[in-house]
């Protein structure tokens, strides 16, 4: 190999076509890409990002902020959302810009981001943006940064599905290079089919670093010869036709985007199986990767796997599969090892579109042949794992084969060993040095407090008498409903004040209108906290948040600090009398 001159200074220099990046820090280039393509193609497009900050996808948020000057010098612009929803109806908005006439671009290329609850929260915008449809020479591409194991989650969430129920297709990258590649294909595909595009990014893939190669030409773009309706598939002007969009939608887009991904060729065969292929392994996204490790691990590559007859399918798309990849894959196979992790979207995929047809090959994933897990929904699934059941399957079919029966043995005794050992020691989460919540988060003897969304939700794990949480949103809201038919008669509720700014005032004046007992302790540390110190959108402050509770209708406010003077009230406005500092805020 030609040995180059690499900086990490590079990573956002478009003359540079081999960089060096995390998988945040390609998302970056990609925009920048996106622009300086459509700049060569005789376009004058702008971007426009946006998203959560408390609702993180790799430290995205602190790149582009790292970036901005690049960014503003090919107008692409980033505009943090108050909360998911809101971002991701600003980048439907972005696709509205020149519907009227006075857009000062050929069309906004524009991007979502956000972890699977901010996914969750944002489905009804995400149907309706979908239905409406992108810009001619705009797009959107939503990342859904998706938590399979709970790492930073309170729950282990898997958000294709959310994305299926809106008909937005997918692209599933496997690596850092893949999240460029995709995404290039992401917008391009949104503006061709009228739909956005999600892109899924998992850790495995957005925190890792590669070497990539990024050129602007590397990502060739081929648009399949489709017949569109009247009037196109992109977005209209005042367009309240909604069954049309239906109609459309149902008809031509779903069509439309698996056009484009055959005309691209990005569902493709890996390893052919040779002329008598027996066995087909499909898989997606990073667990490709896991099944290359796999089948590494039993001594089978592209050479060997065409002689004992295995396929290995890789899917970019695994929503809507193609039927004519599908088809081809399929063709002349007796078994096909189905390796996704989560719940089924390739698997349910592929037996409906076997069911009926005179060729039924035996298909395990989810489930093995005797009706057992194999490959089970919950966590992630292990290379190891994988190899032993492949190699259990290669060798039922080919028949003896030595080295294959070794390797499989010695990986099974690998993971019977792996499943004894415990750890030495574990560390509990808990509070910084010197932070607030230490002291904020305790209540007095007899009372119990709630959790919800933020740093303070450790105080579950500690001695605070602190039980149950909400989601972000719902703090205090849990109570309205339990209220009623206990006999304790109030309840602390910790809200965060990230939180309180994303939508917890909202669960606030739920309690307000229910009449519902509680104690508020809006925990302030002006900052998103617990996923990376981000400042509030808008400059929250405590007398804000005194004004605002006060105008909703709660009437009894207390400041609590070590320093009050840090908060004066100002001069010739109400405040708080000093008397009254020494207490929470109700």
């Known amino acids: 190999m030609t040995a180059h001159d690499v900086s990490l200074d590079d990573k956002f220099d478009l003359t540079k076509d081999r960089v060096f990046v995390t998988g945040s820090q390609a998302v970056v280039r990609l925009l920048m890409m996106q622009h300086e393509r459509d700049r060569l193609a005789g376009l004058n497009t702008a971007g426009f990002v946006s998203g959560y900050r408390g609702s993180p996808l790799g430290g995205l948020d602190q790149q582009v902020m790292h970036a901005h000057k690049s960014l503003s010098a090919r107008n692409i612009v980033f505009q943090p959302g108050l909360n998911e929803e809101l971002a991701a109806t600003a980048c439907w908005g972005s696709q509205q810009a020149g519907l009227d006439g006075t857009g000062k671009y050929d069309g906004v290329f524009a991007l979502w981001y ?23 020479n705009g797009g959107v591409l939503a990342l859904m940064g998706d938590d399979h194991t709970a790492e930073s989650s309170t729950n282990a969430h898997q958000t294709e599905f959310n994305f299926v129920d809106t008909m937005i297709p997918i692209l599933n990258p496997a690596g850092v290079q893949e999240m460029i590649d995709y995404g290039l294909h992401g917008f391009a595909m949104s503006r061709f089919a009228g739909t956005w595009a999600a892109l899924k990014c998992v850790k495995d893939n957005v925190e890792s670093t590669a070497s990539v190669d990024a050129g602007l030409d590397r ?54 199986g040779g002329a008598n292929a027996k066995i087909g392994i499909l898989t997606v996204g990073k667990n490709y990767l896991d099944v290359r490790q796999a089948l590494d691990d039993l001594g089978i590559d592209e050479a060997r796997a065409n002689r004992i007859g295995l396929r290995l399918f890789k899917v970019a798309c695994p929503w809507p599969f193609d039927l004519a990849d599908m088809a081809a894959f399929v063709d002349g196979l007796d078994m096909v090892i189905i390796v996704e992790e989560k719940r089924s979207l390739l698997e349910s995929q592929l037996r409906e579109a076997l069911y009926g047809t005179a060729r039924q090959p035996v298909v395990v994933g989810k489930r093995d042949e005797r009706g057992d897990w194999l490959f089970p929904v919950k966590g992630a699934l292990d290379p190891n794992d994988i190899a032993v059941a492949v190699g259990e399957r290669v060798l039922r079919v080919i028949g003896h084969a030595e080295d294959i029966d070794v390797k499989v043995k010695r990986i099974r005794q690998f993971q019977s060993m792996l499943a004894t050992v415990s750890d030495v020691a574990s560390r509990t989460p808990y509070f910084c040095s010197g932070c607030p919540h230490n002291s904020s988060t305790k209540v007095p003897e007899g009372s119990i407090a709630a959790a919800g969304i933020g740093c303070h939700f450790m105080a579950l794990w500690m001695d605070r008498d602190t039980v149950g949480f909400t989601q972000m949103g719902g703090e205090g809201a849990q109570w309205v ?21 994303h939508s ?73 009398p000093r008397s009254r500092q020494a207490g929470h805020y109700q």
């Open 219 to 272: 990502v060739k773009i081929i648009l399949p010869d489709f017949a569109m309706p009247p009037g196109g598939l992109n977005i209209r002007a005042n367009d309240l036709d909604f069954l049309g969009q239906e109609i459309r939608l149902h008809e031509y887009k779903r069509d439309a985007a698996s056009a484009y991904i055959r005309a691209n060729g990005l569902n493709r065969i890996i390893y052919s």
């Open 481 to 501: 409903g339990q209220a009623p038919f206990t006999t304790r008669g109030h309840i602390f509720q910790n809200l965060g004040d990230g939180t309180y700014n």
């Open 504 to 576: 917890g005032v909202l669960a606030l004046r739920f309690a307000l209108a229910a009449g519902a007992n509680i104690t508020y302790k809006i925990l302030f540390n002006d900052a998103v906290a617990m996923t990376g110190g981000q400042t509030h959108e808008g400059g929250l402050t405590v007398d804000a948040i005194a004004r605002q509770v006060r105008a909703e209708g709660v009437d009894r406010i207390a400041l609590v600090s070590d320093d009050p003077d840090r908060y004066p009230a100002p001069q010739k406005a109400w405040h708080i």
């Open 114 to 136: 956000g972890k699977g609850p901010g996914v969750d929260r944002s489905g009804d915008v995400f149907r309706h943006a979908n239905l409406a449809g992108s810009s001619r």
